[in-house]
């Protein structure tokens, strides 16, 4: 089925393929400049540090409904052996599988594609199993730090939880912003509360897929009026699943990642951060987010960091 043409319409609107050369990989990473680095250190005021990220264990959340991503495996490979003799140093090691988007994760801007091209025009085979992503890898993504801020979508509607058919709209977006006291700003990295990790941290991973809030199609248009950087939220599939519009999947991740060339993050764990900005009344910090350089990646996982 060919995607509708409501799509194909948003997708003109926020398409930025070209804007920073033809040669561009990164996308709208590029909004991040010096300056907003610069300014974005100037938010820290307590030094607090919130950990953002979920354990990596074989207890995960994957539940085989996305295949092939599976959980880490972690094994031991050396345990206080001796390698140098009776006597010397021991040292033990350890190796993981797992899937790169198994827990908290960023999307690379291969992760999909639709139409048969990826990000910037590039034709989507030249994603590879020998090359891999051969452009726009995660690993292009060399540094990911800038001035996070917070929308707090649950907390503003006065809830521990949105429900599970809620698609967040532009409206809610500016309604959170309004309620934080800040404004987006080009290079910002927003993060977005839905407060849909409650149900996979009390244990429920298949409750905790489905149903699930998660952004609207209406949001990548938001993000491109205001020059986000990047996105990430609390859920599994980031977007609202299933899907506002019959049979669009994932709509979404296309628009995001293929026609803006802005990565997406999920599985995040905004529930101390939202704990903490509460606290301090201020929604905006300093965000450390780097990616791990798996050359042709579509993914990493991510261990992010605010500083407030």
């Not at 920073?20 to 974005?40: H, S, Y």
């Not at 938010?43 to 953002?52: E, K």
């Not at 209406?218 to 950087?229: I, M």
Request: aromatic share 6%; with cysteine.
């Amino acid at each position: 089925m060919s995607l509708p043409a409501e799509f194909h319409e948003i997708a003109k609107r926020v398409n930025n393929w070209g804007r920073w050369g033809q040669d561009d990989e990164i996308g709208t990473l590029n909004l991040i400049t010096d300056e907003v680095v610069k300014d974005a250190a100037a938010t820290v005021r307590s030094g607090r540090r919130v950990a953002l990220a979920l354990p990596l264990q074989q207890d995960g959340i994957q539940t085989g409904m996305i295949p092939g991503r599976v959980n880490p495996l972690h094994t031991m490979v050396q345990i206080n052996q001796e390698l140098f003799g009776p006597g010397t140093v021991a040292t033990s090691d350890d190796v993981v599988t797992m899937g790169l988007q198994a827990a908290t994760h960023w999307d690379a801007l291969t992760h999909v594609s639709h139409s048969g091209k990826i990000y910037n025009g590039r034709p989507a085979g030249t994603i590879t199993p020998h090359t891999r992503a051969r452009y726009s890898g995660i690993d292009k993504a060399k540094h990911i730090v800038s001035r996070g801020v917070l929308l707090d979508v649950a907390r503003t509607k006065g809830l521990d939880r949105l429900p599970g058919d809620h698609a967040v709209t532009p409206e809610d977006l500016d309604e959170a912003a309004a309620f934080a006291g800040l404004t987006v700003k080009p290079g910002d990295i927003v993060l977005v509360r839905t407060g849909q990790l409650q149900v996979a941290l009390a244990g429920d991973k298949h409750g905790y897929g489905y149903p699930s809030p998660g952004l609207s199609v209406r949001t990548p248009e938001w993000f491109h009026a205001h020059d986000v950087a990047a996105v990430a939220n609390d859920t599994l599939t980031f977007e609202i699943f299933p899907p506002e519009i019959e049979n669009l999947w994932l709509p979404v991740h296309a628009l995001d990642l293929v026609e803006m060339g802005m990565l997406q993050g999920q599985n995040w764990n905004l529930e101390n951060l939202s704990t903490a900005c509460a606290e301090a009344r201020r929604y905006a910090f300093l965000l450390s987010a780097m990616p791990e350089p798996f050359v042709g990646g579509t993914g990493t996982p991510v261990a992010p960091v605010a500083i407030l």
